[in-house]
């Protein structure tokens, strides 16, 4: 079975802290995403990356960066911590196989920033 | 760009019965994929059942299945016979069919099955 891992399921932050959240998938999968889950607004994507050291930006960037020096590990990081970052985070893979498009979903961080 | 819209937030259902959670998207694109994704309170993501927009034939998958309306840009999942385990928030999403192609999701269905 695929998998994908998130360091946390819970995080709590102060304003202004550096964040790093990874993400590890074992499938050997070309794409990854980071996703922000908030109430009444679906999943929202953040960055992803269809290759190692490949980045896109997604609907939502602001305030956020990626690294993927690997390529089964994707990192979010939040520079400076804020408030209204507090949210649920999703990381996914998929391969680039169009006709086998199935994205696995990490289990989840909840990150809270006081 | 495309979007996707569920217009339900909340649904409730019998357990044994039947509920439909309705979604309906936008897109210029002719070849996409569609999907359903289930997010029970554990958060673990699952994908429900895919549809290929290029197939008539709508999916289905055990209890679960859907009615694709290509015409109207609808893509509708029927439970049949609930089961409490149903009970997850439901995301419906959209894909291209092209490479390097990304997910758009609904703001999803809270869905609750009664005993």
């Known amino acids: 079975d695929v998998k994908v891992t998130q360091s946390s399921r819970y995080l709590v932050k102060r304003t202004g802290e550096k964040v790093f959240l990874e993400c590890v998938q074992d499938?050997?999968?070309?794409?990854m995403f980071w996703y922000r889950q908030d109430p009444g607004l679906g999943l929202r994507l953040i960055y992803f990356s269809y290759d190692v050291k490949m980045k896109e930006k997604g609907d939502i960037p602001e305030g956020y960066s990626v690294s993927r020096e690997k390529k089964e590990r994707f990192s979010l990081i939040l520079e400076s911590a804020s408030t209204n970052q507090t949210s649920m985070y999703l990381c996914?893979?998929?391969?680039?196989?169009?006709?086998?498009?199935?994205?696995?979903f990490g289990p989840g961080t909840r990150l809270t920033v006081l | 760009a495309q979007t996707v819209t569920q217009s339900q937030p909340e649904m409730s259902v019998q357990e044994a019965e039947t509920v439909t959670l309705s979604c309906t998207y936008d897109?210029?694109?002719?070849?996409?994929?569609l999907f359903w994704y289930k997010q029970p309170p554990s958060r673990q993501m699952i994908l429900v059942i895919r549809q290929e927009a290029y197939k008539q034939q709508n999916a289905t998958e055990n209890r679960f299945s859907v009615n694709f309306q290509k015409a109207a840009k609808s893509f509708s999942l029927k439970i049949s016979d609930s089961q409490l385990g149903d009970t997850a928030m439901y995301f419906c999403?959209?894909?291209?069919?092209?490479?390097?192609?990304?997910?758009?999701f609904g703001e999803g269905t809270q869905l609750t099955v009664n005993p």
């Open positions: 999403a959209f894909m291209t069919a092209r490479y390097g192609s990304r997910l758009t």
């Open positions: 996914a893979s998929r391969t680039n196989r169009v006709s086998y498009n199935e994205q696995f």
């Open positions: 499938m050997d999968h070309e794409n």
């Open positions: 897109t210029s694109e002719n070849n996409y994929y």
